[in-house]
Nanobody, 122 residues
Framework: QVQLVESGGGLVQTGGSLRLSCAAS????????MGWFRQAPGKERELVGG????????YYVDVVKGRFTISRDNAKNTVDLQMNSLKPEDTAVYYC???????????????WGQGTQVTVSS
């Protein structure tokens, strides 16, 4: 069973950048489609983007497209989320997740991390 641990969250000013990392153990990250989700206070968890198994195709929700980049480092067994031009509305707990499918756009992921807080101040 894969265990996922996120890191890299914190407090940043509007327009700043953060890089989140998701480290996997108990499994090889290259064997999964990896997603990044976020949940803001009072809101439902939403898919931010992901990178698919085998093809490494990426997907991003429109509100982060051009600002966020997902990359996979198979040697380190990690998946990163580079976030640039951050906005206050990006404030949320960010989760990485893994699933046994090539499809990114789903809420049905098999394994989840514990989340890391990202706060963007105005």
């Amino acid at each position: 069973q894969v265990q996922l641990v996120e890191s890299g969250g914190g407090l940043v000013q509007t327009g700043g950048s953060l890089r989140l990392s998701c480290a996997a153990s108990g499994g090889t990250i290259s064997s999964y489609t990896m997603g990044w989700f976020r949940q803001a206070p009072g809101k439902e968890r939403e898919l931010v983007g992901g990178i698919s198994w085998r093809t490494d195709t990426t997907y991003y929700v429109d509100v982060v497209k051009g600002r966020f980049t997902i990359s996979r480092d198979n040697a380190k067994n990690t998946v990163d989320l580079q976030m640039n031009s951050l906005k206050p509305e990006d404030t949320a707990v960010y989760y990485c997740a893994a699933r046994h499918s090539i499809i990114i756009r789903s809420s049905e992921y098999n394994y989840w991390g514990q989340g890391t807080q990202v706060t963007v101040s105005s």
